[in-house]
């Protein structure tokens, strides 16, 4: 995956155009997701509207809406705008996903201590992942992904392990999309480091980051598939060049590799996916 290779990203994340019945809950749904990229640290007004291509006005009738019905809540000391309890209380509709969750946080709990490191259970979400179980408790510097962080899948060596399984016409679009995530909201200073990602997972047939993004901080991935095949998540190893080395690439695949079939299997069991 080159991304040289790919069109000029576009400017805007607004909708695109629809039909007129259904173009206002596309952007209602876009404000949601953008609004749960950050569910503790929240956002500015003022922030949404740029990071979504919208007018002021219009973005705040659509976040006024959404706060009634508990979708969102805006905090009072600084009134940035998070995600709200409604969220929750729909995805109890799923209890399915409920049980596999519990599984899922005692598998990746178990991997993480005898791998001594830090293990992450990503959901694969469009072109984005997120992450549903963060475990173990060694200090790793850059290491900020917790239970409902929502990135774009090249960011994470586990994105770029789902990615890997998609056609390559699905990788791409996934990709552009990437990239116009990445600059608007870092600019150009990290796709070298994530070009180098990209380019290392390929030689190595998974996700490898041997400290690309962050220096000494070295992450592994590889695909969580469905009983149909498809990879709906990952699971993803980070830990230091010392502990987690690129001597022990073959072991920590295996390892790897063996975690997300017990998670395979779980999902199988809970009836998901």
């Keep these: 995956m080159n991304l040289a290779d790919l069109p000029m990203p576009m400017t805007s994340c607004a909708a695109p155009p629809s039909r007129a019945g259904t173009q ?18 929240g956002w ?13 006005a219009t973005v705040h009738r659509m976040l006024a809406c959404l706060v009634e019905e508990r979708l969102l809540e805006q905090r009072s000391n600084d009134r940035h705008y998070l995600p709200g309890p409604m969220m929750y209380e729909l995805g109890l509709a799923l209890p399915a996903h409920a049980q596999f969750q519990r599984c899922a946080e005692g598998i990746v709990d178990g991997f993480a ?49 789902i990615l890997q399984t998609l056609p390559p016409d699905a990788a791409r679009a996934v990709l552009a999309d990437n990239v116009n995530q990445e600059i608007k909201r870092h600019g150009t200073t990290r796709l070298d480091a994530l070009q180098k990602m990209l380019l290392k997972s390929d030689e190595h047939g998974f996700g490898v980051n041997l400290g690309y993004v962050v220096p000494n901080s ?39 590799t063996e975690t997300a079939g017990q998670l395979e299997a779980g999902a199988v069991e809970c009836g998901i996916h």
Excluded: N, W
């Excluded at 749904?29 to 609004?35: A, D, E, F, H, Q």
């Excluded at 790793?140 to 060596?157: E, W």
């Design 113 to 161: 201590r005898r791998m001594a490191g830090i293990a992450l259970f990503q959901y694969r979400s469009g072109s984005e992942f997120v992450c549903s179980v963060r475990a173990g408790t060694v200090k790793m510097t850059g290491a900020m992904v917790y239970p409902g962080t929502r990135r774009p899948l090249f960011t994470s060596a586990g994105g770029v392990a």
């Design 44 to 56: 500015r007004l003022s922030d949404l509207a740029v990071a979504c291509g919208q007018d002021k």
């Design 218 to 256: 070295y992450a592994y991935g590889v695909p969580v598939r469905a009983a149909a095949g498809h990879a709906f998540a990952a699971l993803c190893l980070i830990g230091t060049p010392e502990a987690h080395g690129e001597s022990r690439l073959a072991e920590l695949h295996e390892r790897l």
């Design 24 to 41: 206002s809950l596309s952007r209602g749904i876009k404000l949601l997701r953008m609004v749960a990229t950050r569910p503790q640290v």
